[in-house]
């Protein structure tokens, strides 16, 4: 038991001295520094990098080490994606995680790390408002209205002074309620 026990203790001293090597190298404070320039972390004592490149296999091989790296790279590379280099060779688990994010679907886990935490990431605002949380981007749908609907649709935006796509958001906000009918939307 007691052998078992020096076992245990000794692999975690290995890890424990590889993740203390992992973040004292450049590749560590590179992807940091990039993640952090892009407002995703907050790394005191790391130079933030905002318009510099990291590969993709390194920021996933950092990651491995440090999971909260995981836990933003996905929202990261959706947001920037030339922020990564080789990303069209990312391995499948990790761009089925980022399609997952971009089309509002539930996805895997990437690792140990659960989706509704990646999807928490992409949604989380940064400072400086360059990207658009994942909640707030917009798909393109097609509907095929009448003409008769279509015109109504038209007027209605133009008396409003607004386009067609917030004239039906606004009804749709209507219809479920979420606004008062005194209180509406702002335009755009």
């Known amino acids: 038991m007691n052998n078992r026990h020096q076992d245990i203790k000794e692999k975690a001293d290995q890890l424990r001295r590889k ?6 190298s450049n590749e560590y404070q590179r992807v940091v520094g990039v993640l952090s320039g892009l407002g995703f ?6 130079q933030p990098l905002p318009r510099s490149k990291v590969s993709i296999s390194l920021a996933l091989e950092i990651g491995a080490i440090e999971p909260r790296i ?9 947001s920037f994606p030339r922020s990564f280099l080789y990303l069209d060779k990312a391995p499948q688990a990790f761009i089925a995680v980022v399609n997952a994010l971009r089309l509002g679907h539930q996805g895997p886990y990437l690792g140990a790390i659960p989706f509704d935490k990646l999807l928490e990431a992409a949604n989380r605002p940064v400072k400086d408002r360059r990207r658009k949380m994942a909640s707030d981007r917009r798909l393109s749908k097609t509907y095929r ?6 015109r109504i649709i038209a007027e209605r935006a133009r008396q409003e002074g ?5 004239y039906i958001e606004r009804l749709v906000a209507r219809d479920r309620n979420d606004i008062a009918p005194e209180e509406e939307m702002p335009l755009r």
């Open 41 to 46: 972390l907050v790394a005191p004592g790391v």
């Open 19 to 24: 993740a203390d090597l992992t973040r004292s």
């Open 162 to 166: 607004i386009t067609h796509t917030h």
């Open 145 to 150: 209205f009448s003409q008769i609907t279509l």
């Open 70 to 78: 995981l836990e933003v790279l996905p929202a990261a590379a959706l």
